[in-house]
């Protein structure tokens, strides 16, 4: 479930509707009570306004000419911005890492998926999970996914089985469901790997840069030349409604992956590029998305306290929780 919105649904492990909709019944109290509690995948929360600011008075035209082509990428101040950022929240300037912008996060998956293709990739690592889109996009671009384990790594007795050989490892961090990040010596072993093999660690971080006591993302430490990370700041904002992404990825990958974006997505509009702009600097404040984050953890608190879950994965990131909830 989320942990923002005003709506409560709830997923089981069992599949007894029965004592999912009386978990929805319970939950649903809260928004009754005063206190809205989040739905699926979208979020409704109170600081749209402050993240929006000025963009949210502005019309169409005052964005730029409407009738010239928008590009993001082409935008120096928003490049800068971006660097500037992954300096702050990690710690670490990106050096030679490029930036590679696009209109949300499934149209880069699927730019990363169709070079992975045009470069006779035909399969990949991975340690659970894999979002339903990238396994798809997988499937459509003839690429296998083989699972490491079974196990998801912020699980107890978690292994990370990594191949000998040199090969391309998919990765979703942080664990966007249950709100976990990957743990440290995990992100160790990958880098250690990466070092020992040349291989490629493509990581999802779609929910990133949403900690609940750091915005620093580990697998910021892996070898800059051999990741390709995703990062989406309206899902960091909860802003959904506008289409706004990025890929990190080597120097030496760029040329190819712009190509392939170019031709099959072409260019980002006026308001995401807009948006885009303003999510970064958002980002940026010392302020950051600290409301959203506390609410998210002030609900996930009180519907812990008030019994309506019978068990739950602690939270440590996001806006997700992974619970089983009360009968």
């Not at 790997?193 to 697998?219: I, K």
Request: proline share 6%; aromatic share 10%.
């Amino acid at each position: 479930m989320t942990i923002t919105g005003d709506r409560a649904t709830v997923a089981s492990g069992q599949s007894d509707l029965d004592t999912a909709a009386r978990a929805y019944a319970r939950l649903g109290l809260l928004r009754e009570q005063g206190l809205p509690f989040p739905s699926d995948w979208n979020g409704r929360h109170p600081y749209v306004a402050d993240y929006l600011g000025p963009l949210g008075r502005t019309t169409p035209l005052q964005l730029g000419d409407p009738s010239h082509y928008s590009s993001a990428q082409a935008d120096a101040d928003l490049i800068r911005a971006v660097r500037r950022f992954h300096a702050e929240a990690d710690g670490q300037p990106l050096g030679e890492a490029k930036v590679v912008v696009g209109s949300g996060a499934t149209q880069l998956l699927a730019t990363v998926a169709a070079w992975l293709h045009v470069t006779g990739v035909r399969s990949v690592f991975y340690q659970p999970p894999m979002h339903y889109t990238t396994a798809g996009l997988f499937r459509q671009f003839g690429i296998t996914p083989y699972r490491l384990g079974t196990r998801h790594l912020h699980e107890a007795g978690a292994e990370l089985a990594l191949p000998a050989e040199r090969a391309v490892l998919f990765l979703a961090d942080p664990i966007w469901y249950a709100g976990r990040r990957v743990p440290a010596r995990f992100v160790d072993r990958i880098r250690d790997w990466q070092l020992a093999t040349g291989s490629l660690v493509v990581v999802d971080g779609t929910f990133g840069y949403l900690g609940w006591d750091s915005p620093a993302e580990r697998c910021a430490g892996l070898v800059a030349d051999r990741t390709v990370r995703l990062v989406c700041p309206t899902k960091s904002l909860s802003m959904h409604g506008f289409r706004f992404a990025y890929l990190l990825a080597p120097r030496s990958l760029v040329p190819a992956l712009l190509a392939i974006l170019d031709t099959n997505h072409g260019t980002t509009s006026l308001w995401d590029r807009e948006f885009g702009r303003r999510a970064v600097a958002v980002l940026r404040t010392p302020e950051r998305n600290l409301g959203l984050l506390a609410d998210a953890r002030e609900r996930f608190a009180r519907i812990t306290a008030e019994g309506l879950v019978a068990d739950a994965v602690p939270p440590e990131t996001g806006y997700f929780a992974f619970v089983r909830p009360a009968r």
